[in-house]
């Protein structure tokens, strides 16, 4: 099992910048893969970015590209979300998943999600 802990999330006005961690623990062999995804209230789940343990190849989704940038310090087993110009929509639960295969796979492994709330 993976276990995956987020944090860094919290309340910012827009403009602002934000840093997530995910904590990866546990089979951290089976982490080929780390994402972040998130949730805004009524809205499906959105991909936003992903990067490959081995490589630190990066996958960013459509939201994210310019803005935000995935990072990942082997040493510490943590993979960092860094968030610059923080918009109201980019308001959302934010969650990282890992998963044993690659890129492009699906995510098996959840963690419980960190609140990003981004006043205008």
């Known amino acids: 099992q993976v276990q995956l802990v987020e944090s860094g999330g919290g309340l910012v006005q827009a403009g602002d910048s934000l840093r997530l961690s995910c904590a990866v623990s546990?089979?951290?062999?089976?982490?080929?893969?780390v994402g972040w995804f998130r949730r805004a209230p009524g809205k499906e789940r959105e991909f936003v970015a992903a990067?490959?343990?081995?490589?630190?190849?990066?996958q960013y989704g459509d939201s994210a590209k310019g803005r935000f940038s995935i990072s990942r310090d082997n040493a510490k087993n943590l993979v960092y979300l860094q968030m610059n110009s923080l918009k109201p929509e980019d308001t959302a639960a934010y969650y990282c998943?890992?998963?044993?295969?690659?890129?492009?796979?699906?995510?098996?492994?959840w963690g419980q999600g960190t609140q990003v709330t981004v006043s205008s």
């Open positions: 546990g089979r951290t062999f089976s982490s080929n893969a």
């Open positions: 998943a890992a998963n044993p295969y690659g890129l492009g796979y699906p995510y098996v492994y």
């Open positions: 990067i490959k343990w081995s490589s630190g190849y990066t």
